[in-house]
């Protein structure tokens, strides 16, 4: 079983910035894809970013430009910085990731908790 655990969520004005990471533990042979998704009220959850094992990035129109996404592979740690935060980024943001569990095993879905990201206007 894999953990992914987010933090660096928060308020912030419109105009600012925040970080988020997501840290990855548990049973983990291998990490493949790894993303952000965020969900605002009364919406569906939709990607934001997602990163593949060899670093290849794909941005939703809405944030590019304003958010980059990394990953430390030695750490398991993906993180999204958000520049240019706007009222309509005001969602919760969760982590998401692909995973095996060992050598030739299967690769399966997981998904984070969450973090509040509301922005002021």
């Known amino acids: 079983q894999v953990q992914l655990v987010e933090s660096g969520g928060g308020l912030v004005q419109a105009g600012g910035s925040l970080r988020l990471s997501c840290a990855a533990s548990g049973s983990i042979f291998r990490l493949d894809a790894m993303g952000w998704y965020r969900q605002a009220p009364g919406k569906q959850r939709e990607l934001v970013v997602a990163?593949?094992?060899?670093?290849?990035?794909s941005y939703a129109d809405s944030v590019k430009g304003r958010f980059t996404i990394s990953r430390d592979n030695a750490k398991n740690t993906v993180y999204l910085q958000m520049n240019s935060l706007k009222p309509e980024d005001t969602a919760v943001y969760y982590c998401?990731?692909?995973?095996?569990?060992?050598?030739?095993?299967?690769?399966?879905?997981?998904w984070g908790q969450g973090t509040q990201v509301t922005v002021s206007s």
């Open positions: 990163i593949t094992s060899g670093d290849i990035t």
């Open positions: 998401n990731a692909r995973a095996s569990s060992y050598y030739s095993g299967p690769y399966s879905t997981y």
